[in-house]
């Protein structure tokens, strides 16, 4: 019972929850190089703007010669903010799944054999609630694969999009795969697919039967057999990624504002969950940040980095705050307000005394 979990048009979404009014119009990410006002290339757009031409990888100079005469919205690339939704999506899942390998800001492949019991009418009730779940939390949609393996999870969460889900059974495996272009196969690259085609392998039903010794002709003999084994739907099994590097909570607030007891009172259960999760992993950590996101959608930080690691409540409410204070002291209106923490260590490598620190 394997899924794959792909957050739809990630950048351009989380831009569009940030600022409703964006829903109805091209919103293009870019990656602005910073030569002139147009260098740069597009990160993402919404389907808004694919509707147009616009694509992952072109000049930005390109992007608005497509959309000229549109009522499009470019916007700077945000990584920091991106990455405290994407962080805050993974926890929703890590929480209902028995397995999480994390491959991207915007993507995993989750394991769910055993909370499920096997079955895949279950399974697929718990990724319906898995999506409902993300999408009440955070106002994203996701489109999710499920099937016997990563390989085919993947295609699968490709197959409907945006806030798609399909399912692929095992005895359905063959006819889901067979038919599709090789270059759709996790894995294969625009050179390894002009290798396949060389060969006369089209597609992965081509590639599913191939000889081994065939493919090792023009690809070498590992990656030949990992090819070979996905085209049939075998794959390895998901593992874990491991703990995450920082962990953090973003809320918006009632209203726009910069006092900060109002923004401090509504971060609260934020700061509150974030301890537990610290908590429920046996960490303590070094560095905690409050964020602010401003009227403009702009990011200011505040971090503070401790002599020595801890877990406390109190005390992480206690800088929190001051780091809040000091932050609306150089901001306008916040939008939106949260906390990172980050250089984590086990609690059992660190003295009592630490946990009284700060």
Known sequence: MVGHLDLDYFYAQVEEVENPDLRDIPVVVCVFSGRSENSGVVSTANYKARGFGVRSGIPITLAKKRLDGKEAKFVPMDREKYRAYSDQVMDIVKDRVDVIEQTGIDEAFFDITKKSGGDYHVATEMVVALKQKIFQAEKLSCSIGLASSKVVAKLASDFKK???LTVVLPNKVHEFMYGTPVEKLYGVGPKSA???KELGILTIGDLARADIDRLTSVLSHKF???????ANGIDEPVTSTGEAKQLSRIVTLKRNTKNM???FEQLGPAIDDLHKKVLEKGLFFRSISAIGILTDLSIRTKTKTLDAPLSN???????????LFALVQETGDLRRAGIRVSEFSEAKAQSSLAEFLG
């Open 162 to 164: 945006p806030d798609g």
């Open 224 to 230: 030949s057999i990992y090819l070979h084994n996905a």
């Open 313 to 323: 409540l109190i005390s992480m409410r206690k800088i929190v705050r001051e780091l």
């Open 194 to 196: 002009e290798a396949l």
């Open 261 to 263: 007891e109002e923004v």
